[in-house]
């Protein structure tokens, strides 16, 4: 199985932060990387896909980069909204698996 | 406007059996890979099964297998997971996922449908 290893666990950060989460996958994955936000109480939402690609809808202060092992989700100016949990995960194969999670929390 | 509405959950006894169910309307079931995917309360995410577009192909993690079943029924656009012989750590919120799948993407989530498992 690949793991995905993701850090921090947890940051505290202030609107208009840069903020920067990584993620590390066991083995390479190409670039079948997703990252997803999810708040309290609430179901996943795509974010990032294919390790780069922005979905549509979703605003332009987020990015993604990085392929094989090592990826990174990037928020350019930390909003409001913006306060959750972060996960990635890989679709490279069986079983698709999940990062720990990073909890983005106000400073 | 895409929707999945997932029912069926509920308190259950260890080695309990549950039948979860996912409705979708929005796009065409029929074409669409899918998988739910659960979350233990206060845990991260865990993929727990996908099926292919005609349910022909199906995959499960082991830590369900051979007590979890993911099906489909696309004549009638829902998308179900047959729990048998629960055990305390299935607690968890399901979600179903549309496009979940090997090489692909979860492109849109239902609300989810607790399963407590508990006696």
């Known amino acids: 199985d690949i793991q995905m290893t993701q850090s921090p666990s947890s940051l505290s950060a202030s609107v208009g932060d840069r903020v920067t989460i990584t993620c590390r996958a066991s083995?390479?994955?190409?670039?079948?990387l997703n990252w997803y936000q999810q708040k309290p109480g609430k179901a996943p939402r795509l974010l990032i896909y294919?390790?780069?690609s922005l979905r549509s809808g979703v605003p332009s202060r987020f990015s993604g980069s990085g392929s094989g092992p090592d990826f990174t989700l990037t928020i350019s100016s930390l909003q409001p909204d913006d306060f959750a949990t972060y996960y990635c995960?890989?679709?490279?194969?069986?079983?698709?698996?999940f990062g720990g999670g990073t909890k983005v929390e106000i400073k | 406007e895409v929707q999945l509405l997932e029912s069926g959950g509920g308190l259950v006894q260890p080695g309990g059996s549950l039948r979860l169910s996912c409705a979708a309307s929005g796009f065409t079931f029929s074409t669409s890979a899918m998988s739910w995917v659960r979350q233990a309360p206060g845990k991260g995410l865990e993929w727990v099964a996908a099926i292919g577009a005609t349910g022909g192909t199906t995959y499960s993690a082991d830590s369900v297998k051979g007590r979890f079943t993911i099906s489909r029924d696309n004549s009638k656009s829902i998308l179900y997971l047959q729990m048998n012989s629960l055990r305390a750590e299935d607690t968890a919120v399901y979600y179903c996922?549309?496009?979940?799948?090997?090489?692909?993407?979860?492109?849109?989530w239902g609300q989810g449908t607790l399963v407590t498992v508990s006696s």
């Open positions: 294919a390790a780069s």
């Open positions: 995960q890989q679709s490279y194969n069986y079983p698709l698996t």
């Open positions: 083995q390479s994955i190409n670039t079948y």
């Open positions: 996922a549309k496009d979940f799948w090997s090489g692909y993407y979860g492109t849109h």
